[in-house]
């Protein structure tokens, strides 16, 4: 296929996406598949990062804590985006599974910024000595949440659903400045939050016996985020689209 | 890693189990609403076209 062919093929997948019979359909195919690899990702990572990678020779044990702690922050910021380029898609084509996606991908990264908040304070008592501190990354990730829950509940507070869409889509855009200052924040400001450690350019600093189960961590989050979101669209689809004709059909089959 | 060891963490036992249990429980929480979420839907879209059939 030339590439031309398969660049008008993906922008046919990508405007198919736009019809919510197709994406519902799409989802239904996607979610297994998601749900294995996750499965088969987070149970290798807990099990390699738990009982066979070294202990740090700083930290010792208590650098576990990453192996459960990175891959909830990252998904923090993932599903954010996520949420926040679905959002700019839905208000500037008009394109309703843009909403549907925004609305599925909020309360899953709402659930993983409050893990990366938790587990990250149950890091920093043995490191820091102390559970919270008001330290840049630690604040910016905590406005991350209160973002969260201002899109979740603005979508709600409106009476015509359509106009609440609309409203948590513009918040999510706007609050999106948010994710590069959590993500920066730690080279930006004085920070008391230890730098990247995969996510760099060049070489990780990690050894491979410590890197290689945080890698199928973050591949095995990112694969349950994909599962759970598929699954949560399908629901939100049906909500929106339940006068539509296929959806009766979809039901009654 | 010995047995024992391994359930002490070398001393942190008490910051490393709490943070995997609630990294896990957030996840099996994601499912359990994700499902619940669908589940209802599939009920409005159910109740809906029982109306529909007996206003027919």
């Excluded at chain 1, 659930?111 to 330290?135: I, K, N, Q």
Aim: charged residues 15%; contains cysteine; positive net charge.
């Amino acid at each position: 296929m030339t590439e031309g062919g398969s660049r008008i093929n993906m922008w046919t997948w990508f405007y198919k996406l736009a019809s919510p019979p197709y994406a519902y359909r799409t989802a239904e195919a996607l979610m297994p598949w998601f749900f294995a690899v996750a499965a088969g990702m987070i149970g290798y990572g807990l099990i390699d990062g738990l009982v066979f990678a070294p202990p740090d020779y700083q930290q010792g044990d208590a650098f576990r804590i990453i192996y459960v702690h990175a891959p909830s922050a990252w998904l923090s910021l993932f599903a954010y985006s996520t949420m926040a380029i679905a959002g700019a898609i839905a208000l500037i084509w008009r394109i309703k599974v843009g909403h549907a996606v925004a609305a599925a991908a909020a309360p899953i990264g709402a659930s993983f910024t409050l893990a990366a908040l938790v587990t990250g304070s149950l890091w920093g008592r043995p490191m820091w000595g102390t559970y919270w501190v008001w330290d840049p990354r630690l604040t910016s990730e905590l406005i991350l949440l209160f973002l969260y829950f201002g899109v979740i509940s603005l979508r709600q507070a409106f009476e015509d659903p359509v106009r609440g869409d609309r409203a948590a889509a513009l918040l999510g855009i706007v609050g999106f400045v948010n994710v590069p200052i959590v993500h920066f924040s730690v080279y930006w400001w004085n920070s008391l939050h230890q730098g990247g450690t995969v996510m760099r350019l060049g070489k990780p600093e990690m050894p491979g016996s410590m890197l290689w189960p945080l890698l199928a961590m973050l591949c095995g989050f990112m694969c349950f985020f994909g599962a759970v979101l598929c699954m949560r669209l399908r629901g939100e689809i049906l909500g929106r689209e339940r006068q539509s004709a296929w959806v009766r059909e979809a039901v009654k089959a | 890693m010995m047995r024992t060891n391994f359930w002490q963490m070398g001393g942190y036992a008490r910051f490393v189990w709490p943070s995997i249990g609630f990294a896990l429980c957030m996840l099996l929480w994601n499912v359990w609403s994700a499902r619940r979420h669908y589940a209802r839907a599939l009920l409005r879209v159910r109740r809906a076209l029982a109306m529909a059939r007996s206003e027919e």
